[in-house]
């Protein structure tokens, strides 16, 4: 499965909440996944709902990355083995945990020159 990202370039998240994420002075709903090919609308609402499939930017921005955080929603829960697996598959450890701390790690890795890439999942 092919995407398609909605702008190019790894933005740093700004805010997170009520829903959505601003990054790039531009407010996404829903959930999202950054990585340095871009960042793209991410259709889970909870962790359940997370797939091998839904993971595809991801696995396709291998090589362009060497850390995975995803942010979990209001707490930290793990991944469906299904989705676990098709990453370790691809020798990706995520480090998951709530969405807030997966923000914060992802800007701090950001500022670093660190090459990360992330999925959140959005809170209200």
């Given at each position: 499965?092919?995407?398609?990202?909605?702008?190019?370039?790894?933005?740093?998240?700004?805010?997170?909440?009520?829903?959505?994420?601003?990054?790039?002075?531009?407010?996404?709903?829903?959930?999202?996944?950054?990585?340095?090919?871009?960042l793209y609308?991410w259709m889970?609402?909870?962790?359940?709902?997370?797939?091998?499939?839904?993971?595809?930017?991801?696995?396709?921005?291998?090589?362009?990355?060497?850390?995975?955080?995803?942010?979990?929603?209001?707490?930290?829960?793990?991944?469906?083995?299904?989705?676990?697996?098709?990453?370790?598959?691809?020798?990706?450890?995520?480090?998951?945990?709530?969405?807030?701390?997966?923000?914060?790690?992802?800007?701090?890795?950001?500022?670093?020159?660190?090459?990360?890439?992330?999925?959140?999942?959005?809170?209200v």
């Amino acid at each position: 499965m092919s995407t398609k990202p909605r702008f190019k370039g790894q933005p740093a998240v700004d805010a997170y909440g009520d829903g959505g994420f601003r990054l790039a002075e531009q407010r996404f709903e829903g959930s999202v996944i950054v990585t340095p090919l871009g960042l793209y609308p991410w259709m889970p609402k909870s962790v359940e709902e997370i797939t091998p499939v839904s993971l595809a930017p991801i696995i396709e921005a291998i090589g362009h990355f060497d850390f995975v955080i995803i942010g979990s929603g209001e707490t930290t829960l793990r991944l469906p083995a299904d989705a676990r697996r098709r990453l370790e598959s691809q020798a990706i450890f995520p480090d998951v945990m709530a969405t807030g701390a997966a923000c914060r790690t992802y800007n701090l890795m950001l500022s670093e020159n660190r090459r990360v890439a992330a999925a959140f999942i959005a809170v209200v």
